[in-house]
């Protein structure tokens, strides 16, 4: 009780009053915040990027944005937004200050628990439920046209603003055919092969692409897919 109340219960007696448990706020924030493109002090080209990681990963995700900005083109700004829910504090002043030295490469933690707290994921082996906020970029970031996410365990040797200009006008996604992944569902694991066909229903299974590199066209995105899509087909366990 404060001071107040114990003035009021020591002139009044017969004051009635119930005292209920302490709630504490921990990182309270906005349920869902806008995430707006950053802006630098400059006219130059920039390429919006997007990471997804976990407190554990952190050490991992270190190698992969140093070497992205040990790449970057002095030319080109470069905005890195990391899907998280749970990088804290400490982790996050790590990576700033190790991006410091980089004026035209900006770091920003985005926390899309809002987003996915509700759904239940199924995982799989190796992969952690940070894999699937990727899924969310359209809705996370409604106000771009346009991202390119990496996977936080790359090790970048090239500028990855060369990707980040490919046209995608007409495509919800650009990447890369999964050599690997390929063999596995055309012979070399029978597991694989059913999976490709009854799951992922591929009518060519030689079309499988990898999800580590992704250019996103998140307006096209949003044109044929609500929010709600993507929590179905998680649910189904892919």
């Given at each position: 009780?404060?001071?107040?109340?114990?003035?009021?219960?020591?002139?009044?007696?017969?004051?009635?009053?119930?005292?209920?448990?302490?709630?504490?706020?921990?990182?309270?924030?906005?349920?869902?915040?806008?995430?707006?493109?950053?802006?630098?002090?400059?006219?130059?080209?920039?390429?919006?990027?997007?990471l997804s990681c976990d407190n554990k990963f952190?050490?991992?995700?270190?190698?992969?944005?140093?070497?992205?900005?040990?790449?970057?083109?002095?030319?080109?700004?470069?905005?890195?937004?990391?899907?998280?829910?749970?990088?804290?504090?400490?982790?996050?002043?790590?990576?700033?200050?190790?991006?410091?030295?980089?004026?035209?490469?900006?770091?920003?933690?985005?926390?899309?628990?809002?987003?996915?707290?509700?759904?239940?994921?199924?995982?799989?082996?190796?992969?952690?439920?940070?894999?699937?906020?990727?899924?969310?970029?359209?809705?996370?970031?409604?106000?771009?046209?346009?991202?390119?996410?990496?996977?936080?365990?790359?090790?970048?040797?090239?500028?990855?603003?060369?990707?980040?200009?490919?046209?995608?006008?007409?495509?919800?996604?650009?990447?890369?055919?999964?050599?690997?992944?390929?063999?596995?569902?055309?012979?070399?694991?029978?597991?694989?092969?059913?999976?490709?066909k009854k799951a992922l229903k591929l009518k060519?299974?030689?079309?499988?692409?990898?999800?580590?590199?992704?250019?996103?066209?998140?307006?096209?995105?949003?044109?044929?897919?609500?929010?709600?899509?993507?929590?179905?087909?998680?649910?189904?366990?892919?």
């Amino acid at each position: 009780f404060n001071i107040f109340l114990n003035h009021e219960m020591r002139i009044n007696p017969a004051l009635r009053t119930k005292e209920l448990p302490c709630v504490l706020l921990e990182n309270p924030k906005r349920v869902k915040e806008d995430i707006e493109p950053l802006s630098f002090d400059n006219d130059r080209e920039t390429a919006r990027i997007m990471l997804s990681c976990d407190n554990k990963f952190v050490s991992i995700l270190s190698v992969c944005l140093l070497s992205l900005a040990e790449h970057a083109s002095a030319d080109v700004n470069y905005e890195i937004n990391i899907l998280h829910v749970d990088i804290d504090l400490h982790n996050q002043g790590v990576l700033q200050n190790l991006l410091k030295s980089f004026p035209n490469v900006r770091l920003r933690f985005v926390d899309v628990g809002s987003f996915v707290n509700s759904v239940q994921f199924v995982t799989h082996a190796h992969i952690p439920v940070s894999t699937f906020y990727r899924l969310f970029a359209a809705y996370i970031f409604a106000g771009y046209d346009k991202i390119l996410h990496l996977d936080a365990d790359m090790l970048i040797c090239d500028d990855v603003a060369k990707v980040y200009r490919t046209g995608i006008e007409d495509c919800m996604v650009a990447a890369t055919h999964d050599a690997d992944g390929c063999c596995q569902f055309n012979g070399s694991s029978p597991m694989f092969k059913d999976y490709g066909k009854k799951a992922l229903k591929l009518k060519d299974q030689f079309s499988y692409f990898q999800a580590g590199i992704l250019l996103m066209n998140l307006k096209k995105i949003r044109e044929k897919y609500t929010i709600r899509d993507f929590i179905q087909q998680i649910g189904k366990g892919y």
